[in-house]
């Protein structure tokens, strides 16, 4: 793949009555006060319920919705017993973030009222639903409006991460800073750094284009082991170099690439890594 094919990709561009607040709202409030949090489990665990709150308004094509909502731990899940779920009209649409719930000192029969807006899409012939929280019933300044869409589907958000990456990089190499200028002329591929390869490398796998795929790999692993500044190189190149021979029946080689990571990592790092269990396991 060419430097601007490569460049091309980055260029794509409820009304549940809440209770009263119980003792542990304020925690909340302070919590999820500055902005809203983004949901998750609405395109896992709680997909069908998030779709259904569309499609009961007929909205089957997707678009937007802000409804009431509120806030319920769940202290018997089993994955995490901190978690609280969101729920609006009695359906659970997705969860706190993990980091946040963990924070909460919430009891059980706690429901804390919140406001959710959902965004859906359809991809790949079902609705995809994403969407943010907010605590309380006060007007919220959410990051998105119609003017301003997210990315809701996968190769939306796909498309938005790697543009979010070429433009980390142009800052970067237009930095009034000569050393993070420097650094990322070290992970430079041609005209273009190594991060902004993933895009390009997993469209190629998922085309069957593997020789340029394994080709872009190298070329990204290099750069990455130019950038590694006494660490580790950047694991995934390789990791994606192995799964491309191991795919191609190249054994010789996937254990070639791994041991070339290996060498580069410092000692300390080297025990429980992706890398070294992969090599193990060929070779056992």
């Not at 319920?49 to 094509?61: M, P, Q």
């Not at 017993?81 to 009891?107: F, I, K, M, T």
């Not at 019933?137 to 809701?152: I, K, L, R, T, Y």
Request: glycine letters at 8%; a negative charge; proline letters at 7%.
């Amino acid at each position: 793949m060419s430097c601007m094919g490569i460049r091309h990709w980055f260029n794509r561009a409820e009304r549940s009555a809440p209770r009263d607040l119980p003792i542990s709202a304020p925690s909340a409030a302070v919590l999820l006060s500055e902005e809203p949090e983004k949901i998750t489990g609405t395109t896992t665990l709680c997909a069908a319920e998030a779709r259904a709150l569309f499609h009961s308004r007929g909205k089957y094509a997707g678009g937007v919705l802000e409804l009431a909502g509120q806030l319920i731990p769940e202290p018997e899940n089993p994955a995490d017993p901190s978690a609280v779920a969101v729920h609006v009209e009695g359906a659970r649409v997705g969860y706190l973030p993990g980091y946040l719930a963990g924070q909460l000192d919430l009891s059980v029969g706690d429901l804390l009222p919140c406001q959710v807006q959902l965004w859906g899409a359809a991809d790949r012939g079902q609705l995809r639903v994403i969407g943010w929280v907010a605590h309380g019933v006060d007007p919220v300044g959410w990051p998105h409006s119609e003017q301003n869409p997210p990315a809701v589907t996968v190769a939306d958000q796909r498309d938005e991460r790697a543009a979010a990456t070429t433009d980390m990089v142009d800052e970067a190499l237009t930095s009034q800073d000569p050393e993070r200028v420097a650094q990322f002329k070290r992970g430079m591929v041609g005209r273009y750094h190594y991060l902004e390869t993933v895009g390009p490398i997993q469209q190629l796998k998922r085309e069957g284009r593997l020789q340029e795929a394994l080709e872009l790999c190298y070329g990204a692993i290099d750069a990455a082991e130019q950038d590694r500044d006494g660490r580790e190189p950047a694991p995934w190149y390789t990791e994606q170099a192995a799964i491309i021979h191991r795919k191609r029946g190249e054994r010789n080689e996937e254990v070639a690439v791994l041991q070339r990571w290996l060498r580069l990592c410092p000692p300390e790092r080297r025990a429980g890594n992706k890398i070294g269990q992969r090599l193990a396991k060929i070779q056992s």
